[in-house]
C-alpha cells in the first residue's frame, strides 16, 4: 500500500507556508467545536495522521446534502474533497462511471479494508428486497452492507440516512428507513438535517479525519458540538418568546418586525441544530432569520407532524385537539348533568318503592 | 316530642385516608387546574401586544415559570402520596383485578351507574372508582415523564437529561412527546370532569360523607361495605 500524505504533507507539497498551515488547523480546531487547549492536538494530527479514504454513497434521497456540502466555506469543500481527504468513490462527484467505476469501488474496499471512512446519504429502502433503490445493478442495500463491512467509521449524512428521511413519510411506500440497522454494528455518527448545514457536514469528516475517532456523540449518536443545543435555545429571536412577543401571521406586524414565529408553528424548541448558532451561508442567515418557521428537519419523524404551520395537528373539521377537548368537556358537562338528573329520577322511584312496601 | 328533622341512625365510621393522603389530594388538584391553564397558555400563548421586549412583564417567560413551579410542586407532594401509601392501608385501595369478585362488582357498579340498576352494592371504594384512579395515575406518570423528557433536554447531555432524554427516543421524537403531553392534559381534564361530578352524586345520592372524607379521612357509612376487610 502506497503511503498517504498527512495534511501538512499536502500543504508542504502545495508550497504553502507553515504560518498558512497553523492558521488552516485554527480554524478547524474551531470549527470542529474545540476549545484551543486543543490546538496543539489538532497540530499535531494534521502533521501526522495520513489523509483518510472516504467512500460516499448515495441512497434514497434527492442528493440535496450534497448541495449543502459542496457550499461549505470553512474548510472549502473543495479544499476537504481535494486535499484533507481521499474521496475514492461518490456517486454525485465523480467524473468516472459505469463497470470501471463499480470496479474501482471494489478495489478501494478491498486496498483500505477496515480503514476508511463511509459516508452515506440517503435513506435504505427496505420494502421488497429493496428494490426500490438500485446501485450499479445491485440494491442499496447491498452496497451500504458491503461497505459497511470494512469501513472504521460511518457517517450517516443527512435525515435520510439518520432516520428515513421524507420518503419515510406516511405511508411509507418503499418502507425506507435510518441505515444504522443495516451496517452491522459499525459507530454511526448521525448528522441530521435536510440538508444538513455544510459546515457541520464539514467539521464531522475533518474531526475523523484528523483524530480518527468519531467525535463525542449524544445518546442519539448526534455530534454534541453541533446538535447539543435547541435552535430554541440558541435562537436571537427567543427574546420575543419570553415577552410573549408572536407574528400571528406571516404578513401582519410582527412577522415584519421580526417577532418570535413560535405560533407559526416553529419547531426550534423541538430541534437539536447549530442553526441558531453556526447558521447558513458563512453565518449569513438561517430559516428563522428569514421569516421562515423551522421545519424540524434534522428530527427523526419530523416528515410526518405537520401542519409545520401549527403547533397542534387539525383533524378536519373537528379543529385541533384544544377544539375537540373542549367540546368533548362540555358534551362530558352535559352528560353528569342528564345523569343526575337521572339518578335523582331513579332513587325518587327507589324511594316510592320503599314507601309502599312500609305501607303493606 | 322528637324534632321532625332530626332522627336517630346507626352509622359505622371508617377512618381511611391519612392526611399525607388528604394534603397531596389537595396540592394536586389545585396544581393540575394551575398547570391546564398556563399548558394551554404554552402552546398557544397569548399577544401581550408590546413593542419592546424590554418593556414588558415578560409574560411568556412568567407563564413557563408558573408552570414549571406547579409541576415541581406536584411532583415533590407525591412524596407524601409515597409515605402514606407506605404507613396506612386505607391509602391502598387498589383495583384489585388479581380477584375474581372484581370483575362482577364492576358490571353491578357500571350497570346501576347507567340507570339499569336500581342500586349497587355498598364499597369504601367501588371497584370503577378505583379503576380510574389508578388510570389517573397513569396519566399523570405520562404528563411528569413527557414533561421531564421536554424540559431537561436545555442540555440533553445532563445527568437528568439523559434519565429523562430516553422518552423522546422512545415516542419517536420530541415533538410527539409535546403532543402526548398536551393530549393527556385533556384527558386528565375529562377525568376531573367526571370524578367531581360522582363525588357530588355519591354525597347527593347516599348522604355518605364522600366529599367530606377528603378533609377528614373517614367515611360514615349507613350501609356495610363490601370491602370494609381491606382496613385490617
Not at chain 2, 397558555?41 to 408552570?67: C, Q, W, Y
Not at chain 2, 415533590?76 to 386505607?90: D, E, M, P, T
Not at chain 2, 347527593?204 to 349507613?222: D, P, Q, T, V
Request: proline residues 5%; aromatic residues 12%; neutral net charge.
Amino acid at each position: 500500500m502506497e503511503k498517504r500524505e498527512s495534511l501538512w504533507e499536502a500543504y508542504l507539497r502545495r508550497g504553502f507556508s507553515r504560518r498558512n498551515f497553523l492558521k488552516g488547523c485554527v480554524a478547524l480546531t474551531s470549527l470542529m467545536g474545540f476549545s484551543t487547549d486543543m490546538f496543539s492536538k489538532v497540530v499535531e494530527a494534521a502533521e501526522t495522521k495520513p489523509l483518510p479514504v472516504v467512500i460516499w454513497i448515495h441512497g434514497h434521497e434527492c442528493t440535496g446534502c450534497d448541495e449543502s456540502f459542496i457550499r461549505s466555506g470553512a474548510p472549502l469543500a473543495s479544499d476537504v474533497v481535494l486535499s484533507s481527504i481521499a474521496l475514492e468513490y461518490d456517486h454525485l462527484l465523480s467524473a468516472a462511471c459505469g463497470a470501471p467505476f463499480e470496479a474501482h469501488l471494489d478495489e478501494t474496499i478491498a486496498k483500505y479494508n477496515g480503514q476508511y471512512i463511509l459516508a452515506v446519504e440517503g435513506a435504505i429502502a427496505t420494502k421488497d428486497s429493496g428494490v426500490y433503490c438500485m446501485s450499479g445493478g445491485h440494491t442499496f442495500t447491498h452496497l451500504l452492507e458491503k461497505a459497511a463491512k470494512g469501513a472504521a467509521a460511518i457517517i450517516a449524512y443527512g435525515s435520510c440516512s439518520a432516520y428515513g428521511g421524507i420518503q419515510a413519510a406516511k405511508p411509507n411506500p418503499t418502507g425506507s428507513a435510518g441505515i444504522e440497522r443495516f451496517v452491522g454494528g459499525k459507530p454511526v455518527v448521525k448528522v441530521p438535517g435536510c440538508p444538513p448545514i455544510p459546515e457541520v457536514m464539514t467539521g464531522v469528516v475533518m474531526h475523523v479525519a484528523l483524530f480518527g475517532t468519531i467525535p463525542p456523540c449524544d445518546s442519539d449518536g448526534r455530534p454534541k458540538q453541533f446538535y447539543g443545543n435547541r435552535i430554541h435555545d440558541t435562537c436571537y429571536r427567543r427574546p420575543f418568546f419570553d415577552a410573549g412577543m408572536f407574528a400571528e401571521n406571516f404578513d401582519d406586524a410582527g412577522a415584519k418586525a421580526g417577532w418570535c414565529l413560535y405560533k407559526l408553528g416553529c419547531r426550534g424548541p423541538e430541534t437539536y441544530n447549530s442553526c441558531g448558532n453556526l447558521r447558513w451561508w458563512q453565518g449569513m442567515s438561517y430559516p428563522i432569520q428569514s421569516g421562515a418557521p423551522c421545519i424540524g428537519c434534522s428530527n427523526s419523524n419530523f416528515w410526518d407532524e405537520d401542519p409545520f404551520t401549527d403547533r397542534l395537528p387539525k383533524y378536519g373539521k373537528l379543529g385541533d385537539v384544544d377544539k375537540i377537548g373542549a367540546a368533548l368537556g362540555v358534551l362530558t358537562a352535559a352528560g353528569v348533568a342528564g345523569h343526575a338528573v337521572a339518578s335523582i329520577v331513579q332513587r325518587n322511584q327507589r324511594e316510592n318503592l320503599i314507601d309502599e312496601d312500609h305501607h303493606e | 316530642m322528637a324534632i321532625k328533622s332530626v332522627k336517630e341512625v346507626k352509622r359505622k365510621e371508617f377512618y381511611l385516608f391519612s392526611p399525607f393522603l388528604r394534603i397531596f389530594h389537595w396540592i394536586m388538584a389545585s396544581q393540575i387546574v394551575v398547570l391546564f391553564v398556563t399548558g394551554l397558555l404554552i402552546t398557544k400563548p397569548m399577544n401581550v401586544g408590546a413593542t419592546e421586549p424590554v418593556f414588558t412583564n415578560t409574560s411568556m417567560d412568567l407563564v413557563r415559570d408558573i408552570h414549571f413551579m406547579a409541576a415541581f410542586i406536584l411532583c415533590a407532594s407525591l412524596i407524601l402520596r409515597i409515605y402514606g401509601f407506605i404507613i396506612n392501608k386505607g391509602d391502598r385501595l387498589f383495583p384489585r383485578f388479581w380477584e375474581g369478585h372484581f370483575y362482577e362488582e364492576t358490571v353491578d357498579v357500571a350497570l346501576h351507574y347507567m340507570l339499569l340498576r336500581g342500586h349497587h352494592a355498598s364499597f369504601l371504594r367501588n371497584p370503577l372508582a378505583r379503576g380510574s384512579y389508578a388510570m389517573l395515575y397513569v396519566l399523570l406518570a405520562i404528563e411528569i415523564f413527557t414533561g421531564f423528557a421536554m424540559y431537561l433536554m436545555v442540555n440533553p447531555s445532563s445527568t437528568f437529561g439523559k434519565l429523562f432524554g430516553w422518552v423522546n427516543t422512545l415516542v419517536g421524537s420530541e415533538m410527539m412527546s409535546h403532543y402526548i403531553h398536551h393530549y393527556v392534559a385533556w384527558f386528565i381534564i375529562l377525568f376531573a370532569i367526571g370524578h367531581f361530578y360522582m363525588v357530588v352524586r355519591a354525597e347527593f345520592m347516599e348522604g355518605e360523607s364522600e366529599i367530606s372524607s377528603m378533609f377528614s379521612g373517614k367515611k360514615i357509612l349507613a350501609h356495610n361495605p363490601k370491602d370494609a376487610n381491606e382496613l385490617d
